[in-house]
């Protein structure tokens, strides 16, 4: 079984920077892509940023130059540095990745840390 743990969220003032970590760990076969999303109250979940075992990255519009996200394969963690953070990204954020054992690949989610960005 693999889990998935983030860290690093909390409370932070508009323009001001947090860095988000997501460790997996257990029976780890491969990890393939990994990645953030968002789930702010009253709306659906949305993809913030994504990095493929090979390091190329997707990033939703709204967070382009402000937010990087990076991994570690051989601690099979993945970051997520934000940067001139808004009130609008304010949300739980929680963490993906696909697991592959063979043929078969399944996606693990963490359990979601509180950033709250204050105007």
């Known amino acids: 079984q693999v889990q998935l743990v983030e860290s690093g969220g909390g409370l932070v003032q508009a323009g001001g920077s947090l860095r988000l970590s997501c460790a997996a760990s257990?029976?780890?076969?491969?990890?393939?892509?990994m990645g953030w999303y968002r789930q702010a109250p009253g709306k659906q979940r949305e993809l913030v940023a994504t990095?493929?075992?090979?390091?190329?990255?997707n990033y939703a519009d709204s967070v382009k130059g402000r937010f990087t996200i990076s991994r570690d394969n051989a601690k099979n963690t993945v970051y997520l540095q934000m940067n001139s953070l808004r009130p609008e990204d304010t949300a739980v954020y929680y963490c993906?990745?696909?697991?592959?054992?063979?043929?078969?690949?399944?996606?693990?989610w963490g359990q979601g840390t509180q950033v709250t960005v204050s105007s």
């Open positions: 257990g029976r780890i076969s491969r990890i393939n892509g």
């Open positions: 993906n990745a696909d697991h592959q054992q063979w043929l078969h690949t399944t996606a693990i």
């Open positions: 990095i493929t075992s090979g390091g190329s990255t």
